[in-house]
Protein backbone atom coordinates (compact mmCIF):
# COMPACT_ATOMS: atom_id res chain seq x y z
CA UNK A 1 0.00 0.00 0.00
CA UNK A 2 2.75 1.95 0.75
CA UNK A 3 6.13 1.85 -0.51
CA UNK A 4 9.27 3.82 0.38
CA UNK A 5 12.41 2.99 -1.76
CA UNK A 6 15.58 4.38 -0.46
CA UNK A 7 13.52 7.46 -0.55
CA UNK A 8 15.91 10.69 0.44
CA UNK A 9 14.25 14.43 1.03
CA UNK A 10 16.47 17.41 1.58
CA UNK A 11 14.64 20.69 1.86
CA UNK A 12 16.39 23.71 0.20
CA UNK A 13 18.55 25.52 2.31
CA UNK A 14 19.54 22.56 4.77
CA UNK A 15 22.22 20.31 4.27
CA UNK A 16 21.43 17.45 6.30
CA UNK A 17 18.64 15.42 5.20
CA UNK A 18 15.26 15.02 6.66
CA UNK A 19 14.73 11.06 5.21
CA UNK A 20 17.68 9.78 4.77
CA UNK A 21 17.20 6.42 2.14
CA UNK A 22 14.57 5.58 3.98
CA UNK A 23 12.84 1.93 2.66
CA UNK A 24 9.74 0.70 4.34
CA UNK A 25 6.89 -1.28 3.05
CA UNK A 26 3.01 -1.03 4.39
CA UNK A 27 1.00 -3.30 3.29
CA UNK A 28 -2.92 -3.10 2.91
CA UNK A 29 -4.12 -3.17 6.08
CA UNK A 30 -1.72 -3.11 8.20
CA UNK A 31 -1.13 -0.88 11.64
CA UNK A 32 1.89 0.88 11.80
CA UNK A 33 3.46 3.24 14.61
CA UNK A 34 6.09 5.94 13.30
CA UNK A 35 7.92 6.50 16.52
CA UNK A 36 11.13 8.77 17.00
CA UNK A 37 11.97 12.11 18.80
CA UNK A 38 11.70 15.49 16.96
CA UNK A 39 13.12 16.33 13.87
CA UNK A 40 13.22 12.70 12.95
CA UNK A 41 11.69 12.64 9.94
CA UNK A 42 8.03 11.27 10.98
CA UNK A 43 6.24 14.41 9.61
CA UNK A 44 8.26 14.57 6.77
CA UNK A 45 7.24 11.12 5.74
CA UNK A 46 3.46 11.63 6.45
CA UNK A 47 3.96 14.42 4.00
CA UNK A 48 6.17 12.79 1.17
CA UNK A 49 3.00 10.46 1.29
CA UNK A 50 0.54 13.16 1.13
CA UNK A 51 2.31 14.16 -1.64
CA UNK A 52 2.62 17.51 -0.16
CA UNK A 53 6.30 17.52 -0.88
CA UNK A 54 7.90 15.09 -3.33
CA UNK A 55 11.04 12.75 -2.49
CA UNK A 56 14.68 14.48 -3.41
CA UNK A 57 15.45 10.35 -4.77
CA UNK A 58 13.99 7.28 -4.46
CA UNK A 59 11.22 5.67 -5.29
CA UNK A 60 7.79 6.31 -3.10
CA UNK A 61 4.44 4.28 -4.30
CA UNK A 62 1.36 4.87 -2.58
CA UNK A 63 -1.82 3.28 -3.41
CA UNK A 64 -0.36 2.18 -6.56
CA UNK A 65 0.76 5.55 -7.38
CA UNK A 66 4.51 6.64 -7.63
CA UNK A 67 4.36 10.16 -6.24
CA UNK A 68 7.30 11.55 -7.83
CA UNK A 69 5.95 10.45 -11.60
CA UNK A 70 2.48 11.97 -10.17
CA UNK A 71 1.05 15.27 -12.47
CA UNK A 72 0.04 17.94 -9.97
CA UNK A 73 -3.55 16.93 -11.65
CA UNK A 74 -4.05 13.62 -10.30
CA UNK A 75 -3.21 14.38 -6.68
CA UNK A 76 -6.70 15.36 -5.54
CA UNK A 77 -7.57 11.88 -6.56
CA UNK A 78 -4.43 10.30 -4.69
CA UNK A 79 -5.57 12.52 -1.52
CA UNK A 80 -8.95 11.23 -1.92
CA UNK A 81 -7.66 7.70 -0.81
CA UNK A 82 -5.72 9.36 2.11
CA UNK A 83 -7.79 10.28 5.44
CA UNK A 84 -5.29 12.92 7.70
CA UNK A 85 -5.90 13.21 11.53
CA UNK A 86 -3.12 15.72 13.02
CA UNK A 87 -2.47 16.94 16.55
CA UNK A 88 -4.77 19.93 16.51
CA UNK A 89 -8.27 18.47 15.43
CA UNK A 90 -8.14 21.66 12.16
CA UNK A 91 -11.94 21.58 13.07
CA UNK A 92 -14.26 24.54 11.23
CA UNK A 93 -15.10 26.48 13.87
CA UNK A 94 -17.84 27.75 12.02
CA UNK A 95 -19.40 24.34 11.38
CA UNK A 96 -20.94 22.19 13.41
CA UNK A 97 -20.11 18.07 13.67
CA UNK A 98 -22.20 17.07 11.06
CA UNK A 99 -21.46 20.28 8.49
CA UNK A 100 -17.51 19.10 9.73
CA UNK A 101 -17.72 15.90 8.43
CA UNK A 102 -20.06 16.38 5.33
CA UNK A 103 -17.28 19.39 4.45
CA UNK A 104 -14.87 16.53 3.42
CA UNK A 105 -17.45 14.78 1.04
CA UNK A 106 -18.63 17.90 0.01
CA UNK A 107 -15.70 19.49 -1.40
CA UNK A 108 -15.01 15.89 -3.22
CA UNK A 109 -18.17 15.93 -5.51
CA UNK A 110 -19.85 13.33 -3.08
CA UNK A 111 -23.74 13.41 -3.89
CA UNK A 112 -26.01 15.20 -0.98
CA UNK A 113 -27.60 11.43 -1.30
CA UNK A 114 -24.29 9.66 0.07
CA UNK A 115 -23.40 12.70 2.31
CA UNK A 116 -26.58 11.80 4.12
CA UNK A 117 -25.74 8.21 4.13
CA UNK A 118 -22.53 8.41 5.13
CA UNK A 119 -22.44 11.03 7.55
CA UNK A 120 -24.51 9.66 10.22
CA UNK A 121 -22.79 6.46 9.99
CA UNK A 122 -19.50 7.65 10.14
CA UNK A 123 -20.91 9.71 13.38
CA UNK A 124 -21.98 6.38 15.06
CA UNK A 125 -18.44 5.20 14.02
CA UNK A 126 -17.00 7.51 16.25
CA UNK A 127 -19.33 7.46 18.90
CA UNK A 128 -20.87 11.16 18.30
CA UNK A 129 -24.16 10.46 16.68
CA UNK A 130 -25.83 12.25 19.59
CA UNK A 131 -23.91 15.19 18.95
CA UNK A 132 -23.98 15.12 15.59
CA UNK A 133 -25.30 19.30 15.80
CA UNK A 134 -22.69 20.91 18.49
CA UNK A 135 -20.41 22.85 17.52
CA UNK A 136 -16.98 22.48 17.83
CA UNK A 137 -16.18 24.93 20.61
CA UNK A 138 -19.02 23.01 23.00
CA UNK A 139 -16.92 19.43 22.31
CA UNK A 140 -14.07 18.34 24.90
CA UNK A 141 -10.22 17.69 23.09
CA UNK A 142 -11.27 14.39 22.73
CA UNK A 143 -14.72 14.42 21.29
CA UNK A 144 -13.17 16.88 18.89
CA UNK A 145 -10.22 14.25 17.70
CA UNK A 146 -13.20 12.04 17.15
CA UNK A 147 -14.93 14.42 14.80
CA UNK A 148 -11.25 14.33 12.84
CA UNK A 149 -11.18 10.92 12.29
CA UNK A 150 -14.99 11.28 11.33
CA UNK A 151 -14.26 13.51 8.84
CA UNK A 152 -10.39 11.55 8.04
CA UNK A 153 -12.67 8.47 7.51
CA UNK A 154 -16.22 9.31 5.73
CA UNK A 155 -15.04 9.10 2.11
CA UNK A 156 -13.78 5.46 2.81
CA UNK A 157 -9.99 5.70 2.38
CA UNK A 158 -7.55 3.23 1.69
CA UNK A 159 -4.82 4.71 4.04
CA UNK A 160 -5.41 6.88 7.29
CA UNK A 161 -2.83 8.90 8.39
CA UNK A 162 -3.07 10.04 11.86
CA UNK A 163 -0.09 12.87 12.92
CA UNK A 164 0.46 12.74 16.82
CA UNK A 165 -3.71 12.47 17.30
CA UNK A 166 -3.31 11.78 20.77
CA UNK A 167 -0.60 14.73 21.42
CA UNK A 168 -3.41 17.14 23.27
CA UNK A 169 -5.12 14.58 24.85
CA UNK A 170 -5.03 12.72 28.30
CA UNK A 171 -3.95 9.01 28.12
CA UNK A 172 -7.66 7.75 29.15
CA UNK A 173 -8.33 10.01 26.27
CA UNK A 174 -5.67 8.97 23.88
CA UNK A 175 -6.68 5.54 24.19
CA UNK A 176 -10.42 5.84 22.94
CA UNK A 177 -8.69 7.74 20.02
CA UNK A 178 -6.52 4.72 19.33
CA UNK A 179 -9.29 1.64 19.81
CA UNK A 180 -10.99 4.51 17.65
CA UNK A 181 -8.34 3.95 14.98
CA UNK A 182 -7.77 -0.08 15.49
CA UNK A 183 -11.67 -0.03 14.34
CA UNK A 184 -10.91 1.63 11.19
CA UNK A 185 -8.55 -0.20 10.88
CA UNK A 186 -10.54 -3.48 11.41
CA UNK A 187 -12.51 -2.40 8.05
CA UNK A 188 -9.37 -2.76 6.00
CA UNK A 189 -8.09 0.49 5.91
CA UNK A 190 -3.87 0.71 6.59
CA UNK A 191 -3.44 2.94 9.47
CA UNK A 192 0.36 4.87 10.00
CA UNK A 193 0.05 6.70 13.22
CA UNK A 194 3.07 9.08 13.91
CA UNK A 195 3.73 9.23 17.89
CA UNK A 196 5.35 10.45 20.76
CA UNK A 197 3.23 8.61 23.07
CA UNK A 198 5.03 5.93 24.72
CA UNK A 199 2.09 4.30 26.64
CA UNK A 200 0.15 3.65 23.70
CA UNK A 201 2.43 1.76 21.44
CA UNK A 202 3.72 -0.41 24.35
CA UNK A 203 -0.30 -1.17 25.07
CA UNK A 204 -1.35 -2.17 22.30
CA UNK A 205 2.31 -3.89 20.75
CA UNK A 206 1.46 -3.21 16.83
CA UNK A 207 4.19 -2.76 13.79
CA UNK A 208 7.01 -0.05 15.20
CA UNK A 209 9.16 1.67 12.46
CA UNK A 210 11.74 4.39 14.32
CA UNK A 211 13.09 7.53 12.80
CA UNK A 212 16.29 9.13 13.87
CA UNK A 213 17.80 11.64 11.97
CA UNK A 214 15.99 10.95 9.00
CA UNK A 215 17.32 7.14 9.16
CA UNK A 216 14.95 3.94 9.77
CA UNK A 217 16.65 2.79 13.11
CA UNK A 218 14.24 0.27 13.64
CA UNK A 219 11.29 -1.74 12.09
CA UNK A 220 9.94 -4.32 14.34
CA UNK A 221 6.41 -6.23 14.48
CA UNK A 222 4.23 -5.96 17.39
CA UNK A 223 7.74 -3.18 18.91
CA UNK A 224 7.24 -0.94 21.98
CA UNK A 225 8.27 2.47 21.69
CA UNK A 226 12.13 2.51 23.63
CA UNK A 227 13.80 -0.51 21.50
CA UNK A 228 14.26 -3.42 24.00
CA UNK A 229 16.66 -5.87 23.45
CA UNK A 230 14.59 -8.70 22.47
CA UNK A 231 13.09 -6.95 19.74
CA UNK B 1 -22.07 23.06 -5.46
CA UNK B 2 -23.84 24.42 -2.67
CA UNK B 3 -20.08 24.40 -0.83
CA UNK B 4 -19.47 26.90 -4.01
CA UNK B 5 -22.82 29.05 -3.25
CA UNK B 6 -22.64 28.81 0.36
CA UNK B 7 -19.42 30.46 0.29
CA UNK B 8 -19.72 32.72 -2.35
CA UNK B 9 -22.26 34.57 -0.59
CA UNK B 10 -20.04 34.68 2.63
CA UNK B 11 -16.98 35.64 0.58
CA UNK B 12 -19.16 38.49 -0.85
CA UNK B 13 -20.33 39.42 2.40
CA UNK B 14 -17.21 39.33 4.10
CA UNK B 15 -15.38 41.17 1.92
CA UNK B 16 -18.16 43.43 1.19
CA UNK B 17 -15.97 47.22 1.17
CA UNK B 18 -13.52 45.78 -0.85
CA UNK B 19 -15.81 43.93 -3.16
CA UNK B 20 -17.45 47.59 -3.05
CA UNK B 21 -14.63 49.28 -4.38
CA UNK B 22 -13.81 47.22 -7.11
CA UNK B 23 -17.12 47.28 -8.68
CA UNK B 24 -16.85 51.30 -8.46
CA UNK B 25 -13.49 51.57 -9.87
CA UNK B 26 -14.91 48.93 -12.58
CA UNK B 27 -17.99 50.88 -13.25
CA UNK B 28 -15.65 54.38 -13.73
CA UNK B 29 -13.09 52.32 -15.90
CA UNK B 30 -15.49 50.30 -17.78
CA UNK B 31 -17.63 53.27 -18.20
CA UNK B 32 -14.85 55.30 -20.23
CA UNK B 33 -13.55 52.02 -22.37
CA UNK B 34 -17.23 52.12 -23.35
CA UNK B 35 -17.34 55.84 -24.01
CA UNK B 36 -13.75 55.85 -25.69
CA UNK B 37 -15.36 53.10 -27.76
CA UNK B 38 -18.16 55.33 -28.87
CA UNK B 39 -15.83 58.15 -29.44
CA UNK B 40 -13.45 55.57 -31.88
CA UNK B 41 -16.67 54.33 -33.43
CA UNK B 42 -17.81 58.29 -34.15
CA UNK B 43 -14.69 58.90 -35.93
CA UNK B 44 -15.20 55.74 -38.13
CA UNK B 45 -18.31 56.85 -38.82
CA UNK B 46 -17.92 61.15 -39.45
CA UNK B 47 -14.99 59.06 -41.95
CA UNK B 48 -17.27 56.65 -43.30
CA UNK B 49 -20.41 58.63 -44.54
CA UNK B 50 -18.71 61.88 -44.94
CA UNK B 51 -15.42 60.69 -46.36
CA UNK B 52 -16.82 59.78 -49.60
CA UNK B 53 -18.72 62.80 -50.32
CA UNK B 54 -15.72 64.88 -49.51
CA UNK B 55 -13.98 66.17 -52.54
CA UNK B 56 -11.17 68.52 -53.65
CA UNK B 57 -11.57 71.40 -55.17
CA UNK B 58 -9.64 73.68 -57.17
CA UNK B 59 -11.05 77.12 -58.08
CA UNK B 60 -9.64 78.36 -61.20
CA UNK B 61 -8.54 82.39 -61.83
CA UNK B 62 -10.97 84.84 -63.60
CA UNK B 63 -10.89 87.86 -64.91
CA UNK B 64 -9.11 90.48 -62.59
CA UNK B 65 -8.31 88.06 -60.25
CA UNK B 66 -7.08 90.29 -57.07
CA UNK B 67 -5.54 86.79 -55.73
CA UNK B 68 -1.72 87.40 -55.98
CA UNK B 69 -1.26 83.22 -57.47
CA UNK B 70 -3.50 84.75 -60.67
CA UNK B 71 -1.95 86.77 -63.26
CA UNK B 72 -5.10 87.14 -65.47
CA UNK B 73 -8.42 84.63 -66.21
CA UNK B 74 -7.64 81.35 -66.71
CA UNK B 75 -6.77 80.40 -70.16
CA UNK B 76 -7.86 77.10 -72.23
CA UNK B 77 -3.94 76.06 -72.85
CA UNK B 78 -3.78 76.12 -68.82
CA UNK B 79 -7.23 74.76 -67.83
CA UNK B 80 -6.02 71.78 -70.36
CA UNK B 81 -2.71 71.41 -68.45
CA UNK B 82 -4.90 71.72 -65.03
CA UNK B 83 -7.23 69.04 -66.34
CA UNK B 84 -4.52 66.82 -67.76
CA UNK B 85 -2.57 67.30 -63.86
CA UNK B 86 -5.63 66.05 -62.65
CA UNK B 87 -6.88 63.03 -65.04
CA UNK B 88 -3.25 62.00 -64.54
CA UNK B 89 -3.52 61.53 -61.02
CA UNK B 90 -4.11 57.43 -60.14
CA UNK B 91 -5.74 59.04 -56.37
CA UNK B 92 -8.35 60.50 -58.59
CA UNK B 93 -11.70 58.62 -59.04
CA UNK B 94 -14.04 61.40 -60.61
CA UNK B 95 -13.79 64.92 -61.45
CA UNK B 96 -16.26 67.34 -62.57
CA UNK B 97 -15.55 71.00 -64.56
CA UNK B 98 -17.71 73.60 -62.92
CA UNK B 99 -17.74 76.51 -64.79
CA UNK B 100 -18.49 79.93 -63.95
CA UNK B 101 -22.28 80.52 -65.49
CA UNK B 102 -23.19 77.10 -62.91
CA UNK B 103 -21.22 78.14 -60.30
CA UNK B 104 -23.27 81.50 -60.52
CA UNK B 105 -26.63 79.09 -60.69
CA UNK B 106 -25.81 77.32 -57.81
CA UNK B 107 -24.75 80.32 -55.32
CA UNK B 108 -28.31 81.93 -56.55
CA UNK B 109 -29.30 78.88 -55.42
CA UNK B 110 -27.99 78.85 -52.11
CA UNK B 111 -29.41 83.10 -51.14
CA UNK B 112 -33.33 82.67 -52.51
CA UNK B 113 -34.30 85.52 -50.24
CA UNK B 114 -31.40 87.84 -52.38
CA UNK B 115 -32.33 86.58 -55.53
CA UNK B 116 -32.35 90.89 -56.36
CA UNK B 117 -28.49 91.00 -55.57
CA UNK B 118 -27.98 88.41 -59.26
CA UNK B 119 -30.92 89.31 -61.11
CA UNK B 120 -32.45 92.71 -62.16
CA UNK B 121 -31.18 95.68 -62.55
CA UNK B 122 -29.78 95.95 -58.73
CA UNK B 123 -27.56 92.98 -59.67
CA UNK B 124 -24.11 93.20 -58.16
CA UNK B 125 -22.79 89.18 -58.74
CA UNK B 126 -22.60 88.48 -61.96
CA UNK B 127 -21.00 84.93 -63.41
CA UNK B 128 -17.39 86.30 -64.49
CA UNK B 129 -17.00 87.51 -60.16
CA UNK B 130 -17.63 83.45 -59.90
CA UNK B 131 -14.70 81.23 -60.22
CA UNK B 132 -14.73 78.14 -62.62
CA UNK B 133 -13.61 74.70 -60.57
CA UNK B 134 -13.35 71.46 -60.84
CA UNK B 135 -14.80 69.13 -58.64
CA UNK B 136 -12.50 66.37 -57.56
CA UNK B 137 -13.44 62.96 -55.72
CA UNK B 138 -11.07 61.10 -54.76
CA UNK B 139 -10.82 57.17 -54.39
CA UNK B 140 -9.71 57.53 -50.55
CA UNK B 141 -11.12 60.71 -49.34
CA UNK B 142 -7.89 60.01 -46.52
CA UNK B 143 -5.46 59.91 -49.94
CA UNK B 144 -5.39 63.55 -50.68
CA UNK B 145 -1.84 64.97 -50.81
CA UNK B 146 -0.95 63.55 -54.54
CA UNK B 147 -3.68 65.13 -55.94
CA UNK B 148 -2.65 68.45 -53.96
CA UNK B 149 0.80 68.80 -54.79
CA UNK B 150 0.17 68.12 -58.45
CA UNK B 151 -2.36 70.49 -58.72
CA UNK B 152 -1.27 73.45 -56.42
CA UNK B 153 0.74 75.63 -58.28
CA UNK B 154 -0.32 75.14 -61.85
CA UNK B 155 -0.59 78.56 -63.50
CA UNK B 156 -4.53 79.01 -63.85
CA UNK B 157 -5.10 77.90 -60.56
CA UNK B 158 -5.82 80.29 -57.61
CA UNK B 159 -7.19 78.26 -54.64
CA UNK B 160 -7.64 74.79 -53.94
CA UNK B 161 -9.99 73.53 -50.46
CA UNK B 162 -9.94 70.23 -49.14
CA UNK B 163 -13.21 69.99 -47.25
CA UNK B 164 -11.22 67.07 -45.06
CA UNK B 165 -9.60 69.50 -43.42
CA UNK B 166 -12.99 71.10 -41.86
CA UNK B 167 -13.74 67.44 -40.75
CA UNK B 168 -9.86 66.94 -39.62
CA UNK B 169 -11.04 69.38 -37.03
CA UNK B 170 -13.64 68.05 -35.49
CA UNK B 171 -12.13 64.16 -36.01
CA UNK B 172 -8.85 65.87 -33.72
CA UNK B 173 -11.18 66.91 -31.09
CA UNK B 174 -12.66 63.37 -30.95
CA UNK B 175 -9.39 61.59 -31.20
CA UNK B 176 -7.64 63.77 -28.64
CA UNK B 177 -11.16 62.80 -25.78
CA UNK B 178 -10.64 59.00 -27.02
CA UNK B 179 -7.14 59.16 -25.93
CA UNK B 180 -7.61 61.34 -22.85
CA UNK B 181 -10.50 58.02 -21.94
CA UNK B 182 -8.12 55.67 -22.97
CA UNK B 183 -5.42 56.89 -20.32
CA UNK B 184 -7.75 57.13 -17.74
CA UNK B 185 -9.32 54.05 -18.25
CA UNK B 186 -6.04 51.94 -18.62
CA UNK B 187 -4.91 53.49 -14.92
CA UNK B 188 -8.84 52.75 -13.48
CA UNK B 189 -8.12 49.18 -15.00
CA UNK B 190 -5.09 49.03 -13.14
CA UNK B 191 -6.52 50.25 -10.14
CA UNK B 192 -9.33 47.73 -10.41
CA UNK B 193 -6.54 45.11 -11.16
CA UNK B 194 -4.64 45.61 -7.76
CA UNK B 195 -7.95 45.79 -5.58
CA UNK B 196 -8.77 42.15 -6.87
CA UNK B 197 -5.26 41.00 -6.65
CA UNK B 198 -5.55 42.07 -2.88
CA UNK B 199 -9.11 41.11 -2.65
CA UNK B 200 -8.36 37.22 -3.38
CA UNK B 201 -5.49 37.65 -0.86
CA UNK B 202 -7.50 38.67 1.81
CA UNK B 203 -10.16 36.18 0.60
CA UNK B 204 -7.68 33.54 0.52
CA UNK B 205 -6.16 34.34 4.05
CA UNK B 206 -9.93 34.38 5.70
CA UNK B 207 -10.53 30.64 4.55
CA UNK B 208 -6.89 29.28 4.59
CA UNK B 209 -8.24 27.02 7.10
CA UNK B 210 -11.52 25.28 4.93
CA UNK B 211 -8.82 25.29 2.00
CA UNK B 212 -6.28 23.84 3.91
CA UNK B 213 -8.63 20.96 4.56
CA UNK B 214 -10.16 21.00 1.08
CA UNK B 215 -6.68 20.01 0.17
CA UNK B 216 -5.93 17.77 2.55
CA UNK B 217 -9.15 15.88 1.58
CA UNK B 218 -8.52 15.84 -1.96
CA UNK B 219 -10.46 18.72 -3.65
CA UNK B 220 -9.13 20.04 -6.49
CA UNK B 221 -7.87 23.17 -7.52
CA UNK B 222 -10.73 24.39 -9.65
CA UNK B 223 -12.94 23.59 -7.42
CA UNK B 224 -11.56 25.51 -4.32
CA UNK B 225 -10.69 28.43 -6.90
CA UNK B 226 -14.58 28.25 -8.20
CA UNK B 227 -15.27 30.49 -5.18
CA UNK B 228 -12.84 33.25 -6.00
CA UNK B 229 -13.50 33.00 -9.42
CA UNK B 230 -17.16 33.84 -9.41
CA UNK B 231 -16.76 36.16 -6.49
CA UNK B 232 -14.47 37.95 -8.97
CA UNK B 233 -17.53 37.33 -11.75
CA UNK B 234 -19.70 38.63 -9.82
CA UNK B 235 -18.12 42.30 -9.10
CA UNK B 236 -17.24 42.10 -12.91
CA UNK B 237 -21.06 41.47 -13.60
CA UNK B 238 -21.71 44.37 -11.33
CA UNK B 239 -19.95 46.86 -12.78
CA UNK B 240 -20.35 46.03 -16.42
CA UNK B 241 -23.90 46.47 -15.40
CA UNK B 242 -23.41 49.97 -13.72
CA UNK B 243 -21.24 50.99 -17.14
CA UNK B 244 -23.64 49.49 -19.26
CA UNK B 245 -26.36 51.67 -17.93
CA UNK B 246 -24.01 54.92 -17.60
CA UNK B 247 -23.55 54.44 -21.14
CA UNK B 248 -26.87 53.95 -22.32
CA UNK B 249 -27.96 56.98 -20.22
CA UNK B 250 -24.96 58.97 -21.96
CA UNK B 251 -26.56 57.80 -25.34
CA UNK B 252 -29.96 58.81 -24.20
CA UNK B 253 -29.61 62.07 -22.58
CA UNK B 254 -26.26 63.69 -24.24
CA UNK B 255 -26.28 62.10 -27.72
CA UNK B 256 -30.14 61.78 -28.10
CA UNK B 257 -30.96 64.42 -26.01
CA UNK B 258 -28.84 66.92 -26.67
CA UNK B 259 -26.06 66.13 -29.53
CA UNK B 260 -28.74 65.27 -31.81
CA UNK B 261 -30.13 68.81 -32.28
CA UNK B 262 -27.36 69.68 -34.14
CA UNK B 263 -28.21 67.56 -37.11
CA UNK B 264 -27.18 66.82 -40.49
CA UNK B 265 -24.15 65.21 -38.49
CA UNK B 266 -23.29 61.44 -38.19
CA UNK B 267 -23.74 60.59 -34.16
CA UNK B 268 -23.70 57.43 -33.10
CA UNK B 269 -26.60 55.81 -32.60
CA UNK B 270 -27.64 52.42 -30.49
CA UNK B 271 -25.47 50.06 -32.98
CA UNK B 272 -22.57 51.57 -31.65
CA UNK B 273 -23.73 51.59 -28.37
CA UNK B 274 -23.79 47.74 -28.41
CA UNK B 275 -20.75 47.46 -29.84
CA UNK B 276 -19.28 49.31 -26.79
CA UNK B 277 -21.40 47.14 -24.22
CA UNK B 278 -20.26 44.51 -25.30
CA UNK B 279 -16.35 45.07 -25.40
CA UNK B 280 -17.04 46.03 -22.08
CA UNK B 281 -19.28 43.04 -20.99
CA UNK B 282 -15.61 41.10 -22.25
CA UNK B 283 -13.33 43.66 -20.58
CA UNK B 284 -14.94 43.51 -17.24
CA UNK B 285 -14.86 40.24 -16.40
CA UNK B 286 -11.08 39.52 -17.72
CA UNK B 287 -10.22 42.35 -15.50
CA UNK B 288 -11.58 40.31 -12.58
CA UNK B 289 -10.70 36.85 -13.62
CA UNK B 290 -7.25 37.18 -15.16
CA UNK B 291 -5.67 38.30 -11.68
CA UNK B 292 -7.88 36.18 -9.88
CA UNK B 293 -6.56 33.09 -11.77
CA UNK B 294 -3.68 33.64 -11.19
CA UNK B 295 -3.45 34.50 -7.71
CA UNK B 296 -5.93 31.80 -6.45
CA UNK B 297 -3.26 29.10 -8.49
CA UNK B 298 -0.79 30.67 -6.17
CA UNK B 299 -2.55 30.37 -2.71
CA UNK B 300 -5.05 27.58 -3.80
CA UNK B 301 -2.09 24.74 -5.44
CA UNK B 302 -2.48 21.56 -4.38
Known amino acids: MIRFEKVTKTYPGTSAPALDQVSVDVEKGEFVFLVGSSGSGKSTALRLILREARPTSGRLIVAGKEINRLAGWKVPRLRRQIGTVFQDFRLLQSKNVAENVAFALEVTRHSPREVKRLVPQTLELVGLADKAQRMPDELSGGEQQRVAVARAYVGRPMILLADEPTGNLDPTTSMDILRLLERINGTGTTVVMATHDHGLVDQVRKRVVELDHGRVVRDVARGTYLHQGQD | ?302
Open chain 2, 1 to 302: MRYVFTNLGQGLRRNLTMHLAVVLTLFVSLTLVGIGTMLWQQTERVNDELGNELQVTAYLCRDKDSNPDCVDEVTEPQREAIEAAIEDNPEVASYVFEDQETAFEKTKELYPEEIDRFEGPNAIVRPQDLRASYRITLKDPRESEGILSAVRGLDGVASIQDQRELIGKITGVVDFLRLVSAVVALVLGISALLLVANTVRLAAFARRKEIRIMRLVGAGTLYIALPFLLEALVTALLGVALAGGALVATQYFFVEGWLFQFGGFPWVGWDELLLAIGVVGVTGPVVTLLPTLLLTGKYVKV
